[in-house]
Every structure is written in structure tokens, then in C-alpha cells.
């Protein structure tokens, strides 16, 4: 089981990649721009997986970031800076503001800090209707250009998908190398027990303040992502509700494990699109399927892999050492 | 200095309503750990609840009784049995994630069935103005400031003096000593969760005939009742009362003297420090650290 179980992971990832870049081809521009949205939320679910499931941080201001990684997008490249500069401006801003919300976090646990944060994706959002000279108020900014990539246009829905697309590889990469790395380990040792990660002599202040700051920095990603996906940003989308969404995402998908993000945000994205036919009903229906996945599975979808996967090791387990132990009968 | 006068009355107004919503809240926290992300849209359905009896025929007197027991009905017993109790022993995230879903749920269940529309709800105090020292007080104000001030006490009163009241103390701070005494600690549970319901039907029918019936309203108001519990202290009921006429307060003086444009950021940076610097709350006592 476990000799070929690494190739046919390998197989398995290499089929959905390749459908991923082959089969939205034929897509129309709405299934397109779906898509290309379910990339960058998986971005930002991602980040918060980081600080909420695998430093045990809880955020309600992970919607907060996107919106500073948007803006900073929408005004550096409608003033002539190219999208690339602009979303390290966004990773910068945003890691800085995140290492500061980290420091509540060396305070406050729980249900005080989901609260703390919460204030603060709150406060950003009045910032961005409020500071008009900045941000475009509840007009907004529009006309926010696409980036030229080696010399391409991505103006067109399918270049600019492959373009978030392309991004979210990069940021997979970076965080699976981030999970297996000592950081990594260091962030899941404060998630179990913050005390003993420090008599281990983990420097639990830094490592707490790292984990809001990089999860923060994906945020920001995602949210320079979303500025020229739209094309139009305003307040709206980056009120305390879409922090909510993406928490209901990184829960929903499996906080603490990799594909959480991935599985979360393709729920919360393409779900009340297939509901669509259902038509008014479809965030109903949608908000009745979380809640019973929650009473079934609080640990969220991977969660309930990740007990039949156990199960059955354990089956496997016992039925080896039933073999071994007759053998050593038989011995006897 | 009329201004203030006036200010500080509609203040402690829409604070009473705060309070009533914020001592829901923390009862639901101490008896079962439950935070409830729907308790915004708690206080919008009753009145739609209402409002669907009055358009089938009902006077608006049996509108109320209806409202309320339906409420107590789907908000606190179908909420405990269906929610929470499948829900309790997997912590309070996941928890605090299925209220959330059920915020939304809700919402869009009223936009569906109902209305995306605003709609105006009759008030069970007369409008018009009183003087009290030379200030014209809309009856209105005074009239929620009576009514939640009333339902506060009672509770107060309920918790403080009866037996009843005891039980419930007891089985919320020490549920496995209050089962060994003998109390019926799950029936005291259901019992917060009925009475959440009720002051959440009332705050609705307070604060409905001031801002309209919307599917949406519940979100300023969760969020203001959320601020006010830990503003006073989240495992204290008086704190949660004095957290909400603080909020109130706090909130009118903001937009007067501040700026309206920020005036929802002035109670937040004060949740913000006050977190910071008590985390327990202005009253609150602090809760031990598990390890």
C-alpha cells in the first residue's frame, strides 16, 4: 500500500494540474473568472491556514489584507507601476501590518483575539470608504490594468487565469517547503502547546508574530491578485464578511491540513455556482450544508479523510500484528 | 449643553437594546461555551416573525405573543437541539464557524421568503415628544430605556434571588459540583437558551419600529452587542449591561463630536485597548488559563 501510494499521489497531482490548465481552455469568460477567483481566495485561505490551522491563531481579519493587498495593487498600477512591483509593495504592507496585529495575539487568546481582530477588519474597512483621496471612497477605483507578463498582455480571461493560476503554484510551493521547514514545525508546536513550545526553546513571541505576519503576506498576494481580476475595486468586498467567508473556508476545507485551502475555497467559490439553478435558495442551501458538515466533521472535509485513512491503518495495524502473533504461536 | 442631554438619552436608548442582546449573549458563553455569530440575526427574525402573523390577519398584540414564542421556539430550543448540542463537544470553533453559516442561513432566508425591502414595523410606544428639564425626549427612547431596563432587572432579579436563579448560577459556574448537588444542569441550560431567545425577540420588537424591518440589520447590531459583552466583561451578566449603555453612549457622543464617518471605529478601538489592557472586561472576572 504505502510503496506505491507516493507515485500514484505524484500521478494523481500531476492529472489535476494538467486539468487545470487544459480544461478551462473552452471555458466561456464567467467560467473563467470563476476559476481565476477560486485561485486567488485559495491564496488567501491559505495564509490564514498558516496563522489559524497550523499556529493555532484565530483571525477574523484575514479579508482585511486582501483589501490592503487590492488597494495597493489598484493604486501603484493605475499610476503606471507594473503589477509586479505593486504585489511586493502588497506582500511588504501587508506583512507589516500583520507582524503589528500579531502582538494582540502575545496578549489575548481565543475567542478575545478572533475579536481583537475582528475590531481590525472592521477599522480597515472604514479606512478604505473614508480616506477618499487614498482609496476612491464608495466610488472606488476602476480601470485597474492587467500586467504584461514577459512581454505578454494578459488582458483576456484566460491569460490572466493562467496568471493567478501560475501564482497560486508559486504560493503552494512556498508553503509546503514553509510546513516541512523548522518555521513550520515551530508554528504546529505553538498550535499544540504553546507552553511547551517554549521550554523547548521556541521563541514563541517571534514565531506567533511570524505566523500572523506571513499569513497576513498571503493575504495581501491574493488581494493584488484580485485588484487587476476585477478590474474595479470599492469597500464592499473586503468587509468583515469576507473575512468571515474565508475562516468558513480554511474550517470547511480542514484547518491545519495543506489541501484545506484548496478543497474550502472551491466550496465556498463554485458551490453556490452549481447551486445557481437553485436560484434564490443557493446561499441558503449553502449555509445548511457548512452546518452539517460541522456537526458531521469539525475538523472539515479533509477531516473526514483523514479518519478513514487512520481507520484503516490501524485495521492494517492490528491485522499485521494478528499475522505476527500467530506466526509466533506456530513458532512456540 | 442641551445637546449632550439629548445625546446621552438616545444613547443609553439604543444601549438598553446593546444590553439586552449582550446579556444572551454571555449567558449562552457561560452555560455552554456557545458564541453565537447569529445573535445579530437573532433580533432581526422575531420582528419578521411578527410582521408575518400581522399580515395574516393577526392584531398586532397576538403578533407579539406569537413572535415571541415562535422565537423561543426556533431561536432558542431548535437552535440548542439542532445547533448546539450536536455541536458542544467539538469545541468552540467549529461552533462559532456553524453560527456563522447560520447567520447567513437566516439572512437569506427572510430576503427569500419575505423581502430584500426594508419594512416599516408598527411601535408599541407612542411617538411623540415628552419634556423632562426643559428637553423635548422622544417617548420613544424613554420607552425602550423603561421596557429593557424592566426586562433587565427581572433577570437580574431571576438569576440573583430565586432559587431557579441559583440553579442556573450554579450549573454555569461549575456544572459537575452542581450536578453532584442535584441540579438539573442540561434543563438549566435550555433554560438560558430560552431566555436568550426571549431578549432577543424583545430587543427586536424594541428596536424594529426605530430602524425598519431588513434581513441585513442584524449584522451592526450583532457586532455592537459582541463589543459590549466583552467591553463588560463576557462572563458577567451586569458587565454585559454596563457594556452595552457604555457602547451606546459611546457610539451617539462619537458621531457627535467625533465624525460620523468613523463614529463605528471609536467603540472598536475601545473594544481594541480594553482587550489589550482587561482582557476580562471592565467587570468581568478573569477566567483561569487552561494549559
Known sequence: MISFGKPLKIALGLIVIAGLIIVPMNFNRYGLFILSQWA????????????LGYAGQVSLAQGAFVG????????????????????????????????????????????????????????????????????????????????????????KPLPFYYVCLGSLAIVSLAVWWLIRSPWGRAFMALRENPLRAQSLGIDTRRYTLMAFAIGSALGGIAGALYAPLTQYIDPVPFNLSLSLDLLMMVI????????????????????????????????????????????????????????????????????????????????? | MSNLFDLLVAGLATGAIYALVAVGFTLLWQTSQTINFAQGEFVM?????????????????LAIILGILLSMILLGLGFK???????????????????????????????????????????????????????AVSLQSIGVLVVAIVAVFGLTALLN??????????????????????????????????????????????????YLAKFSSGEVLGQAAF????VGGFNQVRGAIAGGLLIGVLDNLAAAYISTQYRAAVPMIFLIAVILFRPQGLLGRAEERTV
Do not use: C
Not at chain 1, 486567488?40 to 496563522?51: E, K, S
Not at chain 1, 504592507?93 to 472592521?122: C, I, M
Not at chain 2, 459537575?176 to 433554560?191: F, S, Y
Open chain 2, 161 to 210: 434571588r430565586t432559587s431557579l436563579g441559583h440553579q442556573m448560577q450554579a450549573a454555569a459556574q461549575n456544572p459537575t459540583v452542581a450536578r453532584i448537588i442535584g441540579v438539573p444542569v442540561e434543563r438549566m441550560i435550555l433554560l438560558t437558551f430560552l431566555i436568550n431567545a426571549f431578549l432577543v425577540a424583545l430587543a427586536s420588537l424594541l428596536i424594529t419600529p426605530i
Open chain 1, 252 to 332: 470547511v476545507g480542514g484547518a491545519g491540513f495543506y489541501f484545506g485551502p484548496f478543497l474550502g475555497a472551491m466550496i465556498a467559490v463554485l458551490l453556490p455556482e452549481w447551486l445557481r439553478f437553485t436560484e434564490g435558495y443557493y446561499l441558503m442551501l449553502y449555509a445548511v450544508a457548512v452546518m452539517l458538515l460541522l456537526i458531521w466533521s469539525p475538523t472539515g472535509i479533509l477531516g473526514i479523510l483523514d479518519r478513514y485513512l487512520a481507520e484503516r491503518r490501524t485495521k492494517a495495524a492490528s491485522a499485521l500484528r494478528a499475522v505476527a502473533k500467530s506466526r509466533l504461536e506456530t513458532v512456540q
Open chain 2, 81 to 135: 437541539l439542532l445547533l448546539v448540542d450536536p455541536m458542544m463537544r467539538h469545541g468552540v470553533l467549529p461552533l462559532a464557524i456553524a453560527t456563522m453559516a447560520l447567520a447567513i442561513g437566516l439572512k437569506e432566508a427572510v430576503k427569500q421568503f419575505f423581502s430584500a425591502e426594508a419594512s416599516p414595523f408598527p411601535s408599541i410606544v407612542p411617538t411623540g415628544d415628552i419634556s423632562i428639564l426643559g428637553h
Open chain 2, 227 to 230: 463589543i459590549a459583552a466583552i
Open chain 2, 45 to 61: 427574525l422575531p420582528a419578521f416573525l411578527m410582521l408575518a402573523a400581522m399580515h395574516a390577519g393577526a392584531p398586532f398584540w
Open chain 1, 40 to 51: 486567488v481566495m485559495t491564496i488567501a485561505a491559505m495564509g490564514l491556514n498558516l496563522t
Open chain 1, 68 to 155: 490592503i493587498g487590492a488597494y495597493a495593487a489598484a493604486i501603484m498600477t493605475t499610476h503606471g507601476w507594473p503589477l509586479p512591483a505593486a504585489i511586493v509593495v502588497a506582500i511588504v504592507l501587508s506583512f507589516a501590518v500583520g507582524w503589528v496585529l500579531g502582538y494582540p495575539a502575545l496578549r489575548v487568546q481565543h475567542h478575545y483575539l478572533a475579536f481583537v481582530t475582528l475590531a481590525f477588519s472592521t477599522l480597515a474597512f472604514l479606512v478604505f470608504r473614508n480616506e477618499s483621496w487614498l482609496t476612491g471612497g464608495i466610488y472606488g477605483i476602476s480601470n485597474i490594468p492587467r500586467p504584461h507578463i514577459f512581454g505578454f498582455a494578459t488582458n
